[in-house]
């Protein structure tokens, strides 16, 4: 039996410690191409995710997004979306959609704890309707889920959420300014648009 999560990598090293049929009994039993309601819940209630992503030759790269929960919402039975907040002006994940869509995302609640998969195909776009809900959003970033599996949670710690970032955008609120675009060697290149640049175009 064949399945599209797996190539012959995954493959060789499930032959090597005899985990085959486990690994197919995985996929049968647990993966799937819709999202459930739990799976909503779950997903809107998480303030975090990691995404990974890779550029056209294949080089990874591995980020953390942040939010208040309900950032990332299910849209459809197929597909999620989230806000991509001002960052450091790299733009490594976005700018690898760009030329990759393939992405891996992965949701943990450590106070469960628990955590679930999602891999897909993403697409980005600056005039999204969902921009106007999205209070200190850049862009709009939807993946059509491909897969979608829980993992096993056992070696997730169980660690409280002290308290949300200040800097997590919500309505009414002004994150502050991040220490790093304050240094000098940083504020002198910020963008014109960026909120640490006040309104007289001072840096």
Known sequence: MDHPMYHDGSRQLQD???TRRLADRLVERLAHEAFTEADRTFIEGCSM???ATADADGRPDCSYKGGLPGFVRVVDSRTLAFPSYDGNGMFRSLGNLLVNPHVGMLFVDTGS???LRVNGRATMRDDDPLLAECVGAQVIVRVAAQAI???CPRYVHKMPVVEHSVYAPRPGHTPPTPEWKQRPEFREVLPA????VDSSGER
């Open 16 to 18: 090597r410690f005899g």
């Open 49 to 51: 995710f990691f995404l």
């Open 113 to 115: 704890p628990k955590r």
């Open 149 to 151: 599996f829980p993992n």
């Open 193 to 196: 648009c960026d909120s640490a």
